[in-house]
């Protein structure tokens, strides 16, 4: 592999992820939203790494933009080795009957129809080359259901499992492997921007190993999924959980 696009890259899995490929000394593309000054501290990082890399501002919730990113990407790097289909939001922490009917459609905008653009552009990127890999980002939460916090957010990890079971079964005539990662409980930012920064710390006794996984975990697989290591894996999800 030579290149990479990473969808939210900015922070958290993605930065880890963006981090790791660096190491392997390749050309990562960076992609974030909103935060401009992660993202130049993410590049930074990268570069210290020993990759190389470029910024790509898009929301993945617009189509339009996800297209113009990728031909972007590929004007500068050549080709499109690998995809990690990274960017999402949990929405806010509610239950079921108390959730706000426009939160639900920011966050199936972007986990869902994002994710789907993302994926839509990585399929039409490899095909005409022939080769590819991506990787999807799920959640242990599709399993679980994420009753009393986060169902809306379960709901649309449910549509990246079968997103990648789909996606296997189409594109590997094509010399395509397309999987997913599902984390169980990460030490990121994430959880305090759904409102609740003590989160890990209060679940953690549900976590066998007895411990919260670091981003650079599920960064390591992403990485292995994204190697010839795992050559004859396709259409899985592997958690990362710590066995929750």
Partial sequence: MKNILITGA???????????????????????????????????????????GIILQCDVADSKAVTSMFEQFKEKAGSIDAVFNNAGITGPISPIQDLDPAELKKLIDTNVSGAFFVAQESARAMISQKYGNIVNMSSIAADIGGGGEFVHYAMSKGAIHSLTYGMAKELGKHGIRV?????????????????????????????PLGRIGGADEVAKTVMWLLSEDSSYISGSIVPVTGGR
């Fill in 10 to 52: 900015s922070q958290g899995i993605g930065k880890a992820t963006a981090i790791e490929a660096a190491k392997a000394k390749m050309f990562v593309g960076i992609n974030y939203n909103q935060n401009a000054k992660a993202a130049d501290e993410c590049l930074a990082e990268v570069k210290s790494a020993g990759g190389d």
């Fill in 179 to 207: 999987n997913a990662v599902a984390p169980g409980l990460i030490d990121t930012e994430i959880h305090a921007k759904a409102g609740d920064a003590s989160r890990v710390d209060r679940l953690m006794p549900s976590v």
